[in-house]
């Protein structure tokens, strides 16, 4: 329908027969009004962007439909229920709607979100759209938004996007998003790959323009003796509308529809299923309620589409939530592209290292080494020799090992008790001859001098793994020796028939290579939360280490380095079935990295953080905590030159930026992809760059990359 252009009383959105009808109804009622009495005033329309504190947002675009969001509240009296309505339009003037929707009531029950899903759209079509506050004072419009649906499944448009993770709010400022709006690239979407907030706050107030704090700090998880965590639905409800009261990140939202996985931090820390890893296996924090939580709050403020209702209004169910939770999905656009988005989190095991893993036992015996076959590999290395601590030869230096395990499980904040319980358990059987001598050392005693090499056994250790420490992330997810935990990892695999590496759960595992083996288009993109490249850092030939850092480490095991055998799986599918033009897309290490997988099988592109500390920041704390000055030969290898160790430790990658910010724009045609990074210096994060204008593009660099075939080259 359009509208004559005659019809110049029109309200913006009537059509002539609806203005018609609505002359000829005030004139009737007027009729009937006594002569006296003037007829109602109509209702005003006003800016409404006070009601809608979080502006506008769109999602999950596909060729006929896409998801629409708002929160809308009276600035005034905030608890009490509004009445919505959402407009479409193909211009920003709103002159002709291509969808009117009935009035909808939103409450405090959803903290006044609202999800719509609209159907009935044309494919690769820009629409406008925008939400009313119906009141009787006057009518409140909303921020205009603008959505774009994804073409149809036959043509052949390229197609391009950009994608991001890692979001930090707290004292940091989002040039990033400044700088993408500034391009005002012509996207089909915005991927975002999670961390889109980070659960914990100070524990004291703070007045800074970037705080963030909880309404209510009743029922948080305590983190630290400075952070609590969110738990309760209220407390992740702070925290997405904190985030979203960035103006740069509304405007985002405003201008691209966005398709959103989850990392760890919309729940907890390195999370797996329903567990936080806060208190390094000193207790249990598997906590469902927790996660549900986390995830209903994701689900009331993420334009993210629920397949199961055809159109309209789009409630959490709470049937659905963790662990029946299905957020993976894939979307076609075009010829060119099916993305293909998984869920890290929701159905992965356990780090195969145990945060409260006793250093001085073994990881792998000498029955597992045999089984491997390895055993005559460690059988002439003293360094893995193991003795029965509970022989009487050894009766003084296990009462070191007690009193020690001891005092440390009361420095982690056990009980006398379980202090007590956990050393008895530890300090028994066979146990390091290494890590024996290290406590007699520490507590200056003798160690103990003895010839390894005459019929002791031998076996795989947790401190060989690179744990040194109780209740510690430090050999268990972060710095853990490379060829021991490959080791370790596959016996694992082995003898749990692939369980203990089961990141994607059955119904995910299926329904992901079925996509990828149905798709007919020229690439397949997959999305996942966490980097598939390895991140190996050797250390073997650094001067100025001790023996324990002169290795090769994972540096981090969160992520996919801690399941290489199902990273390895994934890639022999790829290359078993002949899957062409794969391309991962990731996120996670705040960091940039570009690299091949499995030689050409698959590229990887890693996108920095938006804002959160970089990778060489975090390397540069572990470097210092070990005692590492900032003048060392140690520290300029690993923190100073981190960008060059990398690329020398791993062959397969051709880039890395590990001490910037910013963001991914990737462009797919049929028959390669090029993808720019678009990267600024980590000291620009806590600077406001609103008023930089036009000359925050001077801080940006660019770097940029062809990809075809499974091989990626710099332009």
């Given amino acids: 329908m359009t509208q004559n252009k005659n019809d110049k009383n029109m309200l913006p959105g009537q059509t002539r027969r609806s203005f018609l009808y609505t002359v000829v109804a005030t004139a009737a009622s007027a009729a009937l009004l006594p002569a006296c009495q003037d007829p109602p005033k109509p209702i005003e329309t006003v800016d409404g962007k006070a009601f809608f504190p979080q502006s506008v947002a769109s999602g999950d675009p596909r060729p006929t439909s896409v998801i629409l969001w708002t929160r809308a509240v009276n600035p005034a009296a905030d608890s009490e229920p509004c009445q919505v309505k959402l407009q479409v339009a193909s211009e920003d003037t709103f002159s002709v709607f ?32 925008r939400f009313l506050v119906l009141r009787d004072d006057a009518i409140y419009v909303s921020q205009t938004g603008r959505t774009r649906t994804a073409p149809a499944a036959d043509d052949k448009t390229p197609i391009k996007f950009a994608f991001w993770s890692c979001q930090s709010f707290e004292g940091r400022f989002y040039n990033s998003w400044q700088r993408l709006l500034q391009l005002d690239e012509p996207l089909d979407f915005v991927l975002g790959l999670g961390d889109y907030i980070y659960e914990t706050v100070p524990t004291t107030s703070a007045s800074t323009p970037r705080s963030v704090a909880f309404k209510s700090p009743a029922g948080a998880v305590t983190v630290s003796s400075t952070r609590l965590g969110a738990a309760t639905v209220g407390q992740y409800r702070d925290l997405y509308k904190r985030y979203r ?10 201008r691209y529809p966005m398709i959103l996985m989850w990392d760890d931090h919309e729940f907890s820390n390195d999370c797996w299923g329903a567990s936080g890893t806060y208190q390094n296996g000193k207790v249990s924090e598997v906590d469902g309620t927790r996660r549900k939580n986390a995830e209903r709050a994701f689900f009331e403020f993420m334009p993210v589409d629920d397949p199961a209702v055809q159109s309209g209004s789009l409630k959490v169910d709470e049937a659905n939530l963790y662990p029946r939770t299905r957020l993976f999905r894939d979307f076609v656009f075009g010829k060119n592209l099916q993305l293909v988005v998984t869920d890290f989190r929701s159905f992965r ?16 015996d000498a029955t597992a080494l045999r089984a491997l076959g390895a055993y005559p590999v ?22 070191v090992l007690v009193q020690a395990a001891v005092e440390g499980c009361l420095a982690a904040g056990l009980t006398q008790a379980d202090a007590e319980q956990k050393a008895a358990t530890w300090a028994s059987g066979k146990v390091s001859l290494l890590y024996v001598n290290a406590v007699l050392k520490a507590a200056n005693q003798t160690a103990l001098f003895i010839n390894p090499m005459i019929g002791m056994e031998r076996a795989v250790c947790w401190i060989h793994l690179g744990k040194q420490g109780l209740f510690t992330y430090m050999g268990s997810r972060n710095l853990v020796v490379k ?8 016996y694992q695999w082995m003898v749990s028939s692939g369980v203990s590496e089961n990141v994607f759960g059955k119904d995910q595992q299926e329904w992901m290579q079925k996509t990828l083996m149905d798709s007919k288009t020229s690439f397949r993109v997959i999305g996942t939360s966490v980097m598939p490249t390895e991140g190996i850092l050797d250390l073997t030939t650094t001067p100025g280490l001790p023996p324990t850092l002169q290795n090769t480490f994972y540096y981090g095991v969160d992520g996919w380095d801690g399941f290489p055998n199902k990273r390895q799986e994934l890639i022999d599918f790829l290359k078993t079935n002949s899957i062409p033009n794969t391309l991962f897309v990731s996120g996670d290490i705040h960091a940039g990295f570009a690299s091949t997988l499995g030689g050409n099988v698959a590229v990887s592109l890693t996108t920095p953080a938006i804002s959160s500390g970089t990778l060489q920041e975090t390397v540069a704390d572990t470097a210092v905590s070990l005692g590492f000055p900032v003048d060392s030969p140690p520290y300029a290898k690993v923190v100073t030159n981190l960008d060059q160790t990398l690329k020398e430790s791993n062959p397969a990658i051709v880039f890395a930026a590990t001490n910037q910010h910013g963001f991914v724009l990737v462009e797919v045609s049929e028959t390669s992809a090029t993808a720019t990074y678009h990267l600024i210096n980590q000291s620009e994060v806590k600077i406001d760059s609103t008023a930089a204008g036009a000359g925050l593009a001077t801080k940006f660099q660019t770097k940029k990359f062809t990809i075809q075939n499974g091989t990626i080259t710099p332009v």
């Fill in 349 to 364: 095991p356990d780090h195969l290292i145990p945060e409260e893993a006793y250093p001085g036992s073994a990881a792998l």
């Fill in 245 to 254: 009261s960035d103006e740069n990140l509304q405007k985002v939202h405003e």
């Fill in 483 to 490: 060829p021991l935990f490959d080791l370790y990892a596959y």
């Fill in 378 to 399: 460690f059988q002439n290395d003293p360094n893995f020799a193991v003795i029965d601590i509970d022989a009487p030869l050894y009766t003084r230096q296990k009462l």
């Fill in 98 to 129: 291509i969808f009117e929707g009935e009035a909808m009531q939103v409450t405090a029950d959803t903290d006044h979100t609202l999800r719509v899903k609209v159907t009935g759209l044309a494919p690769k079509t820009t629409y406008f759209y």
